[in-house]
């Protein structure tokens, strides 16, 4: 009978344990994982390439460990969604900002560089240059750096809405990666919410990229010719025609200087024929 309790018991405990390990963080995410078709491991070392990782600011001056890994793609770019434990120096008993980001990686093309974070975040600072976009709203809230012109590109009435209604994003492009994050751990519960809302970032970019790829030299050159240009071109033609050989008109011409000299030399031959036959008729 004793046995039989304790047998009860530990049937009882090993449900509770497994009940409590389904309700983890790492139990849902993986259900949520394969309920969308994603590949998904408990920890990983990077959640891109090397080379996307060195070009990336969030990556470079910070130390990561990433847990609970979502893999997936989409037409133009792979894609990974992760927990990541920030470590923002290598002391010892430094505790770790756990966040959720996002990051993509285009399968061709590149993004023009952009670093997006608000004021007061660690991860604000950078080495390119710092940007006003002359919006209240956003640069009270986020410092914005961009290296080249086409950054600007990037602002997108979209991406400068988000920047204006929300003050806690983290947003930084470089060649062909992206990563995004909120400042936050994202609840199980709430990560497809965040996960379409990175997606809706991506997917801004994505359009821009493939309409700037599509703008060919062509497109952006002047179709209507000025006044002048059709002046040069005409004198470009009448001097070509000068200088072009006109070897069939040559020709003809030669053919008609020789036809003219052979009946002058025959008129010619004619007349001295005839003089002499009427000098010899006329009496002596």
Known sequence: MNMGYILLICIAAGAAALAAASRTRHAKLARLARLNGCAFVKEKETVTTPL????LEFFTLFFHHFQNVFTYSDHMA?????DDNLYMDDKPKTKPQCITIFTAELREGQFPALKAAPLDSQLAPSQHTLMKTNIPAVDSRYRIHAPTPASGLLLTPFITGLLKTKNNLYLELNDNALVYHENTLIAPED????????MQILSEFENLITKLDEQKPSDTATLTPTPQDDAEKRAQAMLKALCTPQTPAKTASGRHGALWIFIMLAVLAGMTILSWLMLNRMPH
């Open 78 to 82: 792979y894609i990974r969604v992760a």
């Open 191 to 198: 990560m497809e919410t965040f996960r379409f809302r990175a």
């Open 52 to 55: 996307s990782a060195g070009r």
